[in-house]
């Protein structure tokens, strides 16, 4: 019979970083009482899997391991695991390494961590060129609101800040400006018998003991963005309709953005969140992508949110586990898993093992022998 993640899904903290406090004054925003979005500039360090300073290390205690080791980010792992959704194109770069390693990466310089807007809507957007409103342009402005709002609800007082043991892993001495506050944790999960998935995962915030609960409460904060109403097939003015008509405000993103607001579900699970908060930011004006403001805040727990979008989280573990086995199986080498740009198919493809990368990393593979050049399906 079919197994059930569960019997395999549990998870041991392996490491933590990073700090963060949430604002709880921003629970009170609404469309009369809006806030203005700031523009915080923070370094957001996005990080792929076989740059983390941390996952070597992690690595090496699995190097004698008699089990097959998978080692990814949540935003990889929450891609694969809701692809079903996905219209879009994005791709993933594996790479199988000795018996028993698989790492799973983003490509260097790729669209991957930008966030589509209305991906999934009956009308997409279409406009082209540098138009404010065409898909590239949307996606910019949805992932700069996103960032400057996932800073902007903390709290501002280092007192109130939670610390996360260690610090940031990925501050380089070197940079200048404040880099963003995130906080990661390094989990383990066992995918089945043999095989265990080690992934970075993100947390936004943290709610302080207190009220029902003597322990720490992790948050992950995300916006939905309104871009123009009148644009928007079945839209409806948030101003307008935020405060008395939430729910249906809701059911039109989650057409609208199914594939977004299922990835931050199955992040949110993936990093053991105990809440899911989604602020609403909109254009102050249609006509202009550079001023926003917060006209409300929403929260769920997880996995009552995937059971309201109809994300089955059993389902989503089996995916990955097709989809892992599937690369596992592959001998040592470098392969991209493509979602094909026009039909409801993923397809993996045999690459040069310097393919991707950029050219700092290339000057060091020189002398190898790059005796595999061509590229295969799979």
């Given at each position: 019979g079919r197994e059930s993640w569960m019997k395999f899904g549990y998870f041991v903290v392996r490491r933590k970083y990073g700090t963060m406090g949430y604002d709880k004054s921003y629970d009170r925003v609404n469309t009369r009482n809006e806030r203005p979005l700031l523009g915080i500039n923070r370094i957001f360090h996005k990080v792929t899997t076989s740059d983390d300073p941390v996952i070597p290390e992690l690595s090496h205690e699995y190097k004698d391991s008699e089990d097959m080791i998978v080692?990814?980010?949540?935003?990889?792992?929450?891609?694969?695991?809701?692809?079903?959704?996905?219209?879009?194109?994005?791709?993933?770069?594996?790479?199988?390494?000795?018996?028993?390693?698989?790492?799973?990466?983003?490509?260097?310089?790729?669209?991957?961590?930008?966030?589509?807007?209305?991906?999934?809507?009956?009308?997409?957007?279409?406009?082209?060129?540098?138009?404010?409103?065409?898909?590239?342009?949307?996606?910019?402005?949805?992932?700069?609101?996103?960032?400057?709002?996932?800073?902007?609800?903390?709290?501002?007082?280092?007192?109130?800040?939670?610390?996360?043991?260690?610090?940031?892993p990925f501050v380089d001495e070197d940079e200048h400006g404040e880099v963003a506050s995130v906080g990661y944790r390094y989990r383990k999960f066992q995918l089945s018998e043999n095989v265990q998935l080690i992934a970075r995962c993100e947390l936004d915030a943290v709610l302080p003991p207190g009220g029902s609960t003597d322990e720490v409460q992790y948050m992950s904060i995300k916006a939905l963005n309104e871009w123009d109403p009148q644009v928007i097939f079945g839209g409806s003015d948030w101003r307008h309709k935020l405060d008395a008509q939430r729910g249906a405000v809701l059911a039109t993103e989650l057409k609208n953005n199914s594939f977004k607001l299922a990835k931050w579900t199955m992040s949110a699970i993936l990093a053991g969140s105990h809440f899911l908060k989604f602020g609403y930011v909109s254009r102050i004006h249609p006509r202009n992508s550079t001023k926003h403001a917060i006209l409300g805040m929403q929260q769920y727990r997880p996995r009552d949110f995937a059971l309201q979008i109809n994300l089955d989280v059993n389902n989503a573990w089996g995916i990955l586990r097709v989809v892992v086995d599937l690369l596992l199986k592959l001998t040592a080498g470098k392969y991209v898993v493509l979602k094909d740009p026009n039909k409801a198919v993923i397809r993996i493809y045999n690459v040069p093992k310097n393919e991707f990368e950029s050219e700092e990393d290339a000057s060091d593979d020189e002398e190898e022998d790059a005796s595999d050049d061509d590229k295969s399906d799979s």
């Open positions: 080692f990814a980010t949540d935003a990889i792992l929450s891609t694969l695991m809701t692809c079903t959704r996905s219209i879009y194109s994005w791709d993933i770069v594996a790479q199988r390494v000795g018996k028993n390693f698989l790492f799973l990466d983003k490509r260097d310089k790729s669209q991957f961590d930008l966030m589509t807007v209305n991906e999934t809507a009956v009308e997409p957007p279409q406009d082209e060129g540098n138009s404010m409103n065409s898909p590239p342009n949307l996606a910019l402005e949805a992932t700069f609101i996103n960032q400057n709002f996932s800073q902007q609800v903390l709290k501002k007082d280092d007192s109130a800040v939670h610390k996360f043991g260690d610090v940031n």
